[in-house]
């Protein structure tokens, strides 16, 4: 409870940042595109890398299966 004969606390005021300078505003800008080019980078590499996943899936399958089941005498003629 508040002691009537004591004055108040007096609680300091939040503390507010000072505007951002255009270095800050150049630097946050720069770091935004850093950023969006190492995530198109990592697209990329995950996609290059399931290409390659798969590519190895389907020379294994068909070397086990062997290319005569696979491809079959005559499959491109009528």
Do not use: C
Not at 2 to 22: F, G, H, I, K, Y
Not at 54 to 73: C, E, N, T, Y
Request: net charge positive; charged share 30%.
């Amino acid at each position: 409870m508040p002691n009537p004969d004591m004055p108040s606390e007096r609680r300091a005021q939040p503390v507010r940042l000072p505007p951002p300078t255009p270095d800050v505003e150049r630097l946050r800008a720069a770091e935004k595109l850093y950023k969006e080019d190492r995530e198109r980078e990592q697209r990329r590499s995950l996609l290059r890398g399931l290409l390659w996943l798969l590519l190895a899936v389907m020379v294994f399958s068909i070397a086990r299966a062997g290319l005569h089941q696979v491809f079959l005498r005559g499959w491109w003629r009528p």
